[in-house]
């Protein structure tokens, strides 16, 4: 097994996150998961940096489920798959931003799981599917848009960028626009309730934008059919004027009796021969103003007729242009209806994964250590309290306690300082060494050097298996449990009274689990917590997670000494992993003291008393207490 340090120990520093966050966590198995109550992360190695990131920045994320989600109005809300999507999504950004208002340095944490999922190529990018489902685009905008402007993670800039120019694509410009406006307020979301609320607002938006669509394609088609109504209506027209021009223009009869005519003039003997030339150069003038005339008429005809012409292809050209645009928007109109149909219909495989779904994926899929995969950190379960129980066993202890505490108050405070020593400079005169100036000595000056306060952290854990249910005096019909949890209350009276001094007291187990029961923590006080100190037996002795807690405990204190007593009445369940994190304790500075109770404890710890005398169990802890104050 490796010494690995406990500060960076990650079921140690899990802990100790989840007691700041005021979330309980355990650790250990294979998996990621939340209930609602307890986060579970799986226990590892910590040898690869960006595993520690994506674990820290899950834990954030849970942790802040488990602070500000109402799980009963998060449930309701997943009537549909888009629906649950939207929720989910909004939601993630709402308890974020508390917990960055609450805990400022999760925002960083939260940062570096999105940059490790950028740079791993996590996220989807949604403009190279071609294919792409429009609640997919919608869900994907909201997620790396929101989370780029209200969450500041700018790693996701880009992708927002390209999610919101492949929604323009999607969506009418009315929704898009109506969209935004609805986002505005999502930073200021305070309850679960807001999320659900908005998402139904979006979704009733895309069912107005829908009923839009289907009445403008409705008019589309209707404005098309008339369209074709009067294209044939005109085509009909067309073809009754053709036939009567053909009439009018048709030479057969008007023709044929000119030519006879003219044949009957022909036949006529010719005049004179100067009336037959005079008549020819008339003739011959008037017919070149004729051919003028004709030639004049026949350029107009020409030029009617290229009008002509060129309005009916005017008109040809009108009315295919009017009807490719008719098309292209029957076209858009549908392409929009079917996006905002599909948004409405999504199914499971439509809408993305949630983000920390893929976090959980990427931290079960790592390999196991081979130390910590069975080590379970326990959750700190909270105590049952009976005020009038820890009133009478305030009662019972204060007055040993009180002399206790002023023993050991002048202890602490006489080993702060050592004898005093005689220098031959300083600012201090001796009055009781002035004799040796006479002789010559000058080291009449004395000089004393001040010890610092204890600046300790003391963790007593008691266990509370069932043997300790045990009777130790028939004259009193008392139980050993009853003289333990009376100890452990005196006790830390007399040290919160000791500056310097940060006691703490855990019984174990919590049923027959591996949990432990916290009845004071660092940095509590005794009287307000009296009425968690009940003498309750149950279970076995699982000391190595009791431990685990403890550890985690001391480690979160600012006292630069950490201490962990051991009160235990028998073998632990599971010797070989208590024995493990024994090791780890002591490889970092922890010290551990064993407290055996008619049970030798020296195989398990290097520090170690056997108390075969029961009765003498308080006076016992008080003297180790002392020595370690001492030290």
């Known amino acids: 097994m490796k010494n690995q340090s406990l500060n960076n120990a990650f079921p140690i520093v899990a802990a100790a996150l989840g007691n700041k966050f005021g979330v309980k966590v355990k650790v250990g198995g294979s998996d990621a998961y939340t209930d609602g109550n307890t986060i579970n992360l799986p226990a590892y190695n910590l040898e690869d940096p960006s595993y520690k990131d994506v674990a820290w920045g899950y834990l954030a994320h849970e942790a802040a489920h488990v602070r500000f989600t109402e799980f009963a109005d998060f449930r309701k809300a997943a009537t549909s798959p888009i629906r649950r999507s939207i929720v989910n999504i909004l939601e993630d950004i709402r308890i974020e931003k508390l917990m960055q208002n609450t805990y400022p340095g999760t925002k960083r944490t939260t940062e570096k799981v999105v940059e490790y999922l950028v740079q791993t190529g996590g996220f989807q990018i949604i403009g190279q599917n071609k294919q792409i489902h429009p609640a997919d685009v919608l869900s994907q905008f909201l997620l790396f848009r929101l989370r780029n402007d209200v969450l500041g993670q700018t790693a996701l800039a880009s992708y927002a960028d390209t999610a919101e120019s492949l929604l323009e694509d999607t969506f009418p410009v009315g929704a898009v626009t109506r969209l935004v406006a609805l986002l505005s307020e999502v930073p200021e979301f305070q309850v679960t309730r807001d999320c659900v609320r908005l998402a139904d607002r979006i979704l009733r938006m895309i069912e107005e934008e829908q009923e839009k669509a289907r009445q403008q394609q409705s008019k589309s088609n209707q404005s098309q059919q008339e369209e074709s109504d009067d294209s044939s209506s005109q085509s009909q027209s067309g073809q009754s004027n053709n036939d009567q021009d053909d009439d009018l223009t048709n030479p057969s009869s008007g023709n044929s009796s000119q ?49 002509d012409q060129d309005s009916q292809s005017g008109q040809s050209h009108v009315d295919s242009t009017g009807s490719g645009a008719d098309d292209s928007q029957g076209q858009d109109s549908e392409h929009t209806l079917q ?19 893929a976090v959980q994926e990427l931290l079960g899929s790592q390999s196991r250590n081979s130390y910590d995969a069975d080590i379970y950190m326990p959750v700190a379960m909270d105590p049952n309290r009976n005020s009038s129980v820890g009133n009478d066993l305030m009662n019972k202890v204060l007055s040993d306690s009180g002399k206790i505490r002023a023993s050991l108050q002048g202890l602490v405070q006489s080993s702060r300082y050592d004898r005093p020593l005689n220098k031959r400079s300083g600012n201090r005169i001796d009055g009781r060494k002035l004799s040796r100036l006479i002789q010559g000595d000058a080291r009449v000056f004395e000089r004393r050097s001040h010890k610092q306060a204890p600046n300790t952290a003391i963790h007593l854990l008691v266990d509370c298996s069932g043997s300790m249910n045990g009777i130790y005096s028939t004259d009193s019909n008392r139980r050993l449990i009853q003289l333990a949890i009376e100890s452990a209350m005196a006790l830390a009276l007399a040290l919160e009274g000791i500056s310097g001094v940060n006691p703490a007291v855990t019984r174990f187990p919590f049923g027959d689990s591996d949990d432990v029961v916290p009845l004071l923590k660092h940095g509590q006080k005794v009287r307000p917590n009296a009425s968690a100190f009940s003498a309750v037996t149950n279970g076995s002795t699982p000391l190595h997670a009791a431990l685990w807690y403890a550890a985690s405990s001391v480690i979160a204190t600012r006292e630069e000494r950490k201490v962990i007593m051991v009160l235990t009445d028998g073998q632990p369940d599971d010797e070989c992993a208590a024995k493990a994190v024994i090791k780890r304790c002591e490889s970092s500075g922890i010290e551990i003291v064993g407290v055996g109770i008619c049970f030798d404890t020296s195989h398990l710890f290097d520090q170690s008393i056997c108390i075969n005398n029961v009765s003498e169990l308080r006076s016992e802890l008080f003297r180790i207490s002392r020595d370690l104050l001492a030290a």
Do not use: I, K, M, R
Request: aromatic share 2%.
């Open 259 to 307: 030519d006879n005519q003219s044949q009957g003039d022909d036949s006529q003997p010719d005049q004179d021969t100067d009336d037959s030339q005079s008549a020819q150069d008339q003739d011959a003038s008037g017919q070149d103003d004729q051919n003028q005339s004709q030639g004049a008429g026949s350029q107009n005809d020409a030029d009617t007729d290229d009008q």
């Open 339 to 357: 996006a905002l149909a599909s948004v409405l219909s999504a199914n499971e495989d439509d809408v993305p994964q949630d983000l920390f779904e």
